[in-house]
T-cell receptor, first 112, second 116 residues
């Protein structure tokens, strides 16, 4: 069965303290791995899509990487406005259109 | 204007009421989805519409009834719900690709539903 596990569940960082969030997955053929950011009371906001091992993508202070078993979301010198829940999701080859398997998310808090 | 718009943002309904959630996408996509987000649970796919045709019903109870009149609009009709149906209901859209192309899904802000 396809599964996505995110760790840690919660992470508190001081402003400027870099760290990484982990997303490990088991899927029968990866079509894509997605990272989203979700603020309280709002819908998930798309960040990145990764398709193959070795791929990396960057956006401002965020950098996503992908291996055959896991993905990391690296946060460099975070700011309080980076506080949110970060969701990882995978889509398997041959799966129904739109079927994403989501992890439970990592709740990130960055304090000044 | 946001890409995927949902109304209402908040809804409180009794177990005998009938209400509807509305979604509109302005991205020119050809696929639309309903997802459910409950506390402490991962997002769950409920329904998929591709080119206005329902292609997936993820074992959702019949008290939830989707409708897709065109590729830009999606509704979720609600009737005789239970308190455990209280959740954030998220509409999403994407440009459907081939079976081996990752299609990015864009979400709306969600409709918070409370069943009393």
């Amino acid at each position: 069965e396809d599964q996505v596990t995110q760790s840690p569940e919660a992470l508190r960082l001081q402003e400027g303290e870099s760290s990484s969030l982990n997303c490990s997955y088991t899927v029968s053929g990866l079509r894509g791995l997605f990272w989203y950011r979700q603020d309280p009371g709002k819908g998930p906001e798309f960040l990145f899509t990764l398709y193959s091992a070795g791929e990396e993508k960057e956006k401002e202070r965020l950098k996503a990487t992908l291996t055959k078993k896991e993905s990391f979301l690296h946060i460099t010198a975070p700011k309080p406005e980076d506080s949110a829940t970060y969701l990882c999701a995978v889509q398997a080859r041959g799966s129904t259109l739109g079927r994403l398997y989501f992890g439970r998310g990592t709740q990130l808090t960055v304090w000044p | 204007e946001t890409g995927v718009t949902q109304t209402p943002r908040h809804l409180v309904m009794g177990m005998t009421n009938k209400k509807s959630l509305k979604c509109e996408q302005h991205l020119g996509h050809n696929a639309m989805y309903w997802y459910k987000q409950s506390a402490k649970k991962p997002l769950e796919l409920m329904f998929v519409y591709s080119l206005e045709e329902r292609v997936e019903n993820n074992s959702v109870p019949s008290r939830f009834s989707p409708e897709c009149p065109n590729s830009s609009h999606l509704f979720l009709h609600l009737h005789t719900l239970q308190p455990e149906d209280s959740a954030l209901y998220l509409c999403a859209s994407s440009q459907g690709g081939g079976p081996n192309s990752g299609n990015t899904i864009y979400f709306g802000e969600g409709s918070w539903l409370t069943v009393v």
